[in-house]
């Protein structure tokens, strides 16, 4: 008797044999959910020590630039959604990415092949505008985080809230098989940058976590003494005082446009939230913009009609939704000015999510970023700033839609939320996600299975997906059922692949909902390190 050998490209060949789930986080004081455990503990010991919503959000994302520097740090970017517990309307933290006043498209030139990475623009020479010193954006991160404590914080001292991201940075990263697998994905670039190397890569490899026992932790450079440094001369001294002076002669030493001139002019801004109404009865409050914003109003306008089934969606609805996805996309991608991406191609993206509640019912929904996996892949050597690569998100033809250009502001895919009843009333929720173009996909189902299935959030949570980053593809969780699997494959071509940590398939979402009688947050189930962790339960 022989036996058949297996297909050698099946349709979803598994490398995984086990269920992973995330515990949610209840209470009453406060909760925080991050992609990393220590900084939402980072957050809420600051709701602990009397701080809110606002403050454990700074907290917790400047931890994350020593414990998850991959994702975030004081070189990104991005955008937050806040709403007071007072108010019904919410308002937005612009920090988003904005190009050097002296960016000059003809530092781009083309090769004339196209380039699969993030995002299929023509290949520049030298991939200058995806890693390296001319791939940098103004780093508005440190304004955006000084933006929401001053407009949403208490009088805790900015000293106070850099605390945890001092001791973390003091200690070092931890140099388990997560961090190993995130440098090592980089490695190829990051060899090239001196200090990037000599950090992330002794004796020019990937530090290897030991066989057995802790797996010890080592420095990210410069960042400790950075942190302290901005304590003392408070977030404004990062773009006008002694360490800007620095920063800019750190960054033009490795090559870079960004200047004092654009450190000076950086500021982030403050405005109210567009709001999108679902089916009457919420308002989903977003960052509006060139965020992912429009393209779920896309979405939501074309699934109105389409209600899932009570205790979740049924094969027809997640087949409607990928139709939907797939035309939302397509203006998207036509109208907005970003290009079309190749179908079915994962890639690798660098982005966190913060999600935060106190016990007043302050919500925080705040999206930070480096862009790829490791920003730029530059770590600047004198102050220990990992830059980001956010020229990457415009399109380097000239005269295009999203095309370089001085102070100019391109597309990008963040979405983070805030959702309230029509009527201005009770429960409450805040969610977002990190994963490029998987993001959208999975904030609207996280949003469909809350509001209109009447799932909790830690249900929610663990629910199989579907990712829809394009106008072509779907890609589908090999847990969903056969007859859903179908109805996909009915409406075009399809995926089936795990939700794994690598490849990393569908974006990484968090959600809190908060009512009057205490709130519930969960984590992305498949983030090896993420968390839930309600104040004043330790």
């Known amino acids: 008797m022989t036996t058949a050998a297996p297909s050698a490209e099946p349709s979803a060949y598994r490398t995984q044999n086990w269920a992973l789930s995330k515990p949610s986080a209840r209470g009453r004081n406060g909760i925080v959910v991050s992609q990393q455990r220590e900084a939402a503990e980072a957050g809420a010991a600051i709701?602990?020590?009397?701080?809110?919503?606002?403050?454990?959000?700074?907290?917790?994302?400047?931890?994350?630039a020593a414990v998850e520097p991959w994702n975030s740090g004081l070189?990104?970017?991005?955008?937050?959604?806040?709403?007071?517990?007072?108010?019904?309307?919410?308002?937005?933290?612009?920090?988003?990415?904005?190009?050097?006043?002296?960016?000059?498209?003809?530092?781009?030139?083309?090769?004339?092949?196209?380039?699969?990475?993030?995002?299929?623009?023509?290949?520049?020479?030298?991939?200058?505008?995806?890693?390296?010193p001319l791939s940098f954006c103004i780093p508005s991160a440190v304004a955006g985080y000084a933006k929401l404590k001053e407009a949403f914080g208490t009088s805790m001292p900015i000293s106070e809230l850099l605390q945890p991201a001092i001791a973390l940075a003091r200690r070092g990263i931890v140099q388990d098989w997560y961090t190993t697998l995130k440098i090592s994905s980089s490695a190829s670039v990051l060899r090239l940058y001196e200090e990037s190397a000599r950090i992330y890569l002794p004796n020019g490899l990937p530090p290897v976590p030991p066989y057995q026992g802790k797996p010890g932790f080592f420095r990210l450079g410069n960042l400790a003494s950075t942190l302290e440094h901005l304590a003392r001369a408070g977030l404004d001294d990062f773009y006008r005082g002694e360490f800007a002076a620095r920063l800019a002669a750190d960054i033009a030493a490795a090559g870079g446009v960004v200047d004092a001139r654009d450190l000076a002019d950086c500021r982030a801004t403050l405005r109210e939230a567009p709001v999108l109404d679902w089916r009457g009865s919420h308002l989903i409050h977003t960052a509006g913009g060139l965020t992912a914003a429009p393209t779920l109003e896309a979405v939501m306008d074309g699934m109105a009609a389409h209600v899932p089934p009570r205790g979740g969606a049924d094969a027809q609805w997640f087949?409607?939704?990928?139709?939907?996805?797939?035309?939302?996309?397509?203006?998207?991608?036509?109208?907005?000015?970003?290009?079309?991406?190749?179908?079915?191609?994962?890639?690798?993206?660098?982005?966190?999510?913060?999600?935060?509640?106190?016990?007043?019912?302050?919500?925080?929904?705040?999206?930070?970023?480096?862009?790829?996996?490791?920003?730029?892949?530059?770590?600047?050597?004198?102050?220990?700033?990992?830059?980001?690569?956010?020229?990457?998100?415009?399109?380097?033809?000239?005269?295009?839609?999203?095309?370089?250009?001085?102070?100019?502001?391109?597309?990008?895919?963040?979405?983070?939320?805030?959702?309230?009843?029509?009527?201005?009333?009770?429960?409450?929720?805040?969610?977002?996600?990190?994963?490029?173009r998987r993001i959208l996909a999975s904030v609207y189902q996280m949003l469909a299975w809350t509001l209109d299935c009447g799932m909790d959030v830690g249900t929610a949570a663990h629910q199989p997906r579907i990712d829809v980053s394009g106008p072509d593809a779907t890609t589908a969780d090999c847990r969903l059922p056969a007859e859903t699997i179908a109805a996909l494959e009915a409406e075009g071509p399809v995926s089936v692949v795990e939700h794994s940590v690598m490849p990393i398939n569908f974006a990484c979402p968090n959600i809190i909902t908060v009512g009057k009688d205490g709130a519930e947050g969960c984590s992305d189930a498949a983030s090896p390190s993420s968390a839930a962790v309600a104040a004043g339960t330790a």
């Open 75 to 132: 070189g990104g970017i991005g955008f937050g959604v806040v709403l007071k517990a007072s108010e019904s309307r919410a308002q937005v933290v612009d920090f988003g990415p904005v190009a050097p006043h002296r960016a000059d498209p003809a530092a781009y030139p083309l090769t004339g092949v196209m380039k699969n990475d993030l995002f299929t623009w023509p290949e520049v020479v030298d991939d200058r505008n995806i890693h390296g």
């Open 47 to 64: 709701l602990e020590a009397g701080g809110n919503a606002a403050d454990a959000a700074v907290a917790a994302a400047f931890a994350l």
């Open 319 to 436: 087949a409607t939704l990928s139709r939907v996805m797939k035309q939302a996309y397509a203006e998207r991608l036509e109208g907005l000015g970003a290009s079309k991406p190749m179908a079915l191609e994962p890639a690798e993206t660098c982005t966190t999510h913060l999600t935060v509640v106190d016990g007043e019912g302050n919500l925080v929904s705040l999206t930070t970023t480096l862009l790829s996996s490791m920003g730029s892949r530059v770590v600047l050597p004198e102050t220990g700033v990992l830059m980001n690569n956010g020229m990457m998100w415009f399109d380097p033809r000239p005269g295009s839609a999203n095309a370089i250009a001085p102070g100019a502001r391109p597309l990008c895919n963040m979405c983070p939320v805030v959702v309230t009843p029509k009527d201005g009333s009770w429960p409450r929720a805040a969610a977002g996600a990190s994963g490029g």
